[in-house]
């Protein structure tokens, strides 16, 4: 019997090495297949209701559409067959200390979304979407295919992995939202109120600070908390 397939869409936050953010964060939203038509309509009428035609994206929230995005995140934790996963990076600059950075920082952003993937249940198979960064990302990619072919005895669950623009897609939108409230949470910041009150409404959403993670088994809204390990001499 052919197993059941699931879609991920992948996006990132403040992954460059000298961009100056203390943090990093890279996250997906995860559908089931058989369900991700209806659930995207649902997402269309719901910009369509809130008068929010324009891509979502955590840096261009305006206040007037505070309602649409709580909206969205009620969507989103009311519907079983949609999950987020994300790794929280915090003290980026000490990862040049790091074994696990061996190579460069792009080595360790393309290893992080190894890490990110690894969790999913290979009782079921995936198709991976990911905002499109640069011109390398497709040798990339090939090569995190490669790595899990090998990692799964040439069985890996991970059938595809392919570049989207975050505006060709609604769930990758909603991926950059959740990753924005982390990572803007992580860093500190009070620099507008309609971002500390989403930020709020996610964490009253979840049941967790968003910036400290969460239990490695919640499987709805999941967190982990990454923080690099100085090695003794």
Same mark, same amino acid.
């Given at each position: 019997? %052919? !197993?059941?397939?699931?879609?991920?869409?992948?996006?990132? #936050?403040?992954?460059? =090495?000298?961009? +100056?953010?203390?943090?990093?964060?890279?996250?997906?939203? !995860?559908?089931?297949?058989?369900?991700?038509?209806?659930?995207?309509? %649902?997402?269309?009428?719901?910009?369509?209701?809130?008068?929010?035609?324009?891509?979502?994206?955590?840096?261009?929230?305006?206040? /007037?559409?505070?309602?649409?995005?709580?909206?969205?995140?009620?969507?989103?934790? /009311?519907?079983?067959?949609?999950?987020?996963?994300? &790794?929280?990076?915090? $003290?980026?600059? %000490?990862?040049?200390?790091?074994? *696990?950075?061996?190579? #460069?920082? %792009?080595?360790?952003?393309?290893?992080?979304? =190894?890490?990110?993937?690894?969790?999913?249940?290979?009782?079921?198979?995936?198709?991976? *979407?990911?905002? &499109? !960064?640069?011109?390398? +990302?497709? =040798?990339?990619? !090939?090569?995190?295919?490669?790595?899990?072919?090998?990692?799964?005895?040439?069985? #890996?669950?991970?059938?595809?992995?392919? $570049?989207?623009?975050?505006?060709?897609? &609604?769930?990758?939108?909603?991926?950059?939202?959740?990753? +924005?409230?982390?990572?803007?949470?992580?860093?500190?910041?009070?620099?507008?109120?309609?971002?500390? =009150?989403?930020?709020?409404?996610?964490?009253?959403?979840?049941?967790?600070?968003?910036?400290?993670?969460?239990?490695?088994?919640?499987?709805?809204?999941?967190?982990?908390?990454?923080?690099?390990?100085?090695?003794?001499?």
């Amino acid at each position: 019997m %052919d !197993k059941q397939q699931h879609n991920i869409y992948l996006d990132e #936050s403040c992954h460059l =090495e000298f961009d +100056g953010f203390p943090v990093m964060c890279v996250g997906y939203v !995860k559908v089931d297949t058989q369900a991700y038509e209806a659930i995207r309509a %649902d997402l269309k009428h719901l910009k369509i209701k809130h008068h929010a035609p324009t891509e979502l994206k955590w840096n261009k929230l305006s206040s /007037s559409r505070l309602g649409f995005y709580k909206a969205i995140i009620d969507y989103f934790f /009311s519907q079983e067959a949609l999950c987020f996963r994300a &790794i929280l990076v915090k $003290h980026k600059n %000490d990862l040049k200390q790091d074994d *696990f950075n061996k190579g #460069s920082h %792009d080595n360790f952003y393309y290893k992080l979304i =190894e890490y990110l993937l690894r969790p999913n249940n290979t009782d079921y198979v995936y198709r991976v *979407f990911l905002d &499109i !960064k640069d011109t390398r +990302g497709r =040798e990339r990619l !090939k090569k995190i295919k490669e790595n899990f072919h090998t990692f799964h005895l040439g069985e #890996s669950p991970f059938m595809s992995f392919q $570049h989207l623009h975050s505006h060709d897609n &609604i769930l990758i939108e909603l991926a950059d939202f959740f990753i +924005g409230a982390i990572t803007y949470k992580a860093r500190g910041l009070e620099t507008s109120k309609v971002k500390k =009150e989403i930020v709020a409404y996610i964490e009253e959403k979840s049941g967790y600070h968003i910036d400290e993670g969460t239990e490695p088994w919640e499987m709805k809204f999941n967190i982990f908390d990454y923080q690099p390990k100085k090695r003794s001499e």
